[in-house]
């Protein structure tokens, strides 16, 4: 296509990216659950006793069928979670080890790591067929995963930790941090007090209130980001989730 002023394009709102992501049994799965015509494709089963529909995924093609039956079919949904976005990266490393007959991901390609690039593709694969399913019927993808303490270690500064998406392939994280639109850190927030005793001696610390949060932009200790406001960077969250859901319009 030639390009000229009058092929230009103006963008809009699609459907969602997302990914949450937090350290376990905080409530990633229940918050998931409240959202209006959302089906699950569940690397596990976390789902307590809520009610919800899902599919297992057990394989890849699984995945790749779940993507397909959404695109093609007539159905009322309108929002896909993928349960874990950590569990299927295990999923995929099966996938490597039956494709190539091997019992170790060292093995994979020959050694030297090759793993780590050939598990690149597939993720591409699925990524991209979310996103058709995002672009073409206007379904809300929602990835949850687990978080994981690791080290920084920038060339300007000191090494310190921060929460990351918790992910074997060191090439996999990065991708869907660019692919998402939006990642959402959620965590507990403890706020503490200093107490003392009848001698007022050896102060300490104990925690005041713990409150459950999710934030929407960078912090030193975790990764976070939103394309779509500036404001709020952060909300507290109750046991409703009314906040996360009016927020993003999940049950309007």
């Not at 296509?1 to 376990?24: D, F, H, Q, T």
């Not at 039956?69 to 929002?79: A, I, K, R």
């Not at 107490?195 to 925690?207: C, D, E, L, M, R």
Request: glycine share 6%.
């Amino acid at each position: 296509m030639a390009i000229s002023l009058k092929s230009l394009s103006v963008s809009k709102v699609e459907a969602y990216r997302m990914l949450i992501y937090s350290l376990a049994g905080i409530g990633k799965t229940t918050l998931a659950s409240k959202i209006n015509n959302n089906i699950f494709a569940a690397t596990q089963r976390g789902f307590g006793s809520k009610e919800v529909p899902f599919w297992d995924v057990t394989t890849y093609q699984d995945m790749i069928d779940i993507i397909g039956v959404l695109y093609n079919d007539e159905h009322n949904f309108t929002t896909l979670t993928l349960d874990m976005v950590t569990g299927f990266e295990t999923i995929i490393h099966n996938k490597l080890l039956k494709d190539e007959d091997v019992a170790t991901l060292e093995n994979v390609g020959g050694g030297w790591n090759k793993w780590l690039l050939q598990g690149i593709p597939l993720w591409h694969e699925i990524l991209d067929g979310l996103d058709a399913l995002r672009r073409d019927r206007g379904i809300n993808i929602i990835l949850l995963g687990h978080a994981i303490d690791k080290q920084e270690k920038p060339p300007n500064m000191d090494p310190y930790n921060k929460y990351t998406l918790s992910l074997l392939n060191k090439h996999i994280a990065p991708l869907i941090y660019g692919w998402v639109d939006c990642i959402c850190f959620y965590h507990q927030e403890v706020l503490t007090k200093t107490v003392t005793g009848s001698s007022k001696k050896n102060p300490k610390k104990q925690a005041a209130k713990i409150n459950r949060v999710m934030h929407f932009a960078e912090q030193p200790y975790a990764y976070a980001k939103n394309r779509f406001f500036d404001d709020p960077n952060k909300i507290e969250m109750t046991p409703d989730c009314s906040e996360f859901l009016n927020l993003f319009g999940f049950n309007s």
